[in-house]
Each structure stands twice: as structure tokens, then as C-alpha cells.
């Protein structure tokens, strides 16, 4: 059974670092294109970054050059670092597959960002 496990958020404040992390059962990430997605209060859940099986990595303009993801095939572990966080940054993060299923949504995990 395919399971997906954010964790790594919490509070920071702006201009402050993070890392998140996926842990993945069932799958394999090196053969998947997998994604990072955030849903801030009041809106949509959107993409924000994406590795593919080879490693080409592809980011939402609001985030490239700050975030940065990567993954650890050998630990099945996707990660996304955040650097120089904002305010608006603000949202709960989810790992899924690229594009997203449906059925493998998490629990996500919590970023809070203070101005």
C-alpha cells in the first residue's frame, strides 16, 4: 500500500530556513516524478516544485531560487528546503505524486511563517 508522510514544518520567521521531508512506502521515487504542493488558508492547494525520476527538478516562479528539492532514493526520502521564507509562504506543504493522485493526499505538514 502506497503511503506518503510529510513532516518538517513548523514556525519560523521570515527570511529563516526549513526542511521538509517525504517519506515514501510502497513506491519507489526513483522511478516517479514526484511533486511538493501547498494549500494556504482561504485557497487552492497548488504546485510548487517537482523532481523527475532523472533528477530534473522544475519550480513555481514564486519559489525558485529559494526552495529546493532533491530526494534520497537509497532512503526513499524526497525533501524540499526553504530558504528566505515569507510570510506568504505560509500553508500546509503535501508530497504527492506529479501530477497529483488523489487517493495518496497526507496529512501534510505545517509552515508557519512570522513577519
Known amino acids: 500500500q502506497v503511503q506518503l508522510v510529510e513532516s518538517g514544518g513548523g514556525l519560523v520567521q521570515a527570511g529563516g530556513s526549513l526542511r521538509l521531508s517525504c517519506g515514501g512506502h510502497?513506491?519507489?521515487?526513483?522511478?516517479?516524478?514526484m511533486g511538493w504542493y501547498r494549500q494556504a488558508p482561504g485557497k487552492q492547494r497548488e504546485w510548487i516544485a517537482d523532481i523527475t525520476a532523472p533528477g530534473i527538478t522544475n519550480y513555481k516562479d514564486s519559489v525558485e531560487g529559494r526552495f529546493t528539492i532533491s530526494q534520497d532514493n537509497a532512503k526513499n526520502t524526497m525533501y524540499l528546503q526553504m530558504n528566505s521564507l515569507k510570510p506568504e509562504d505560509t500553508a500546509v506543504y503535501y508530497c504527492?505524486?506529479?501530477?497529483?493522485?488523489?487517493?495518496?493526499w497526507g496529512q501534510g505538514t505545517q509552515v508557519t511563517v512570522s513577519s
Open positions: 510502497g513506491i519507489f521515487f526513483s522511478l516517479n516524478t
Open positions: 504527492n505524486f506529479r501530477p497529483p493522485q488523489a487517493k495518496y
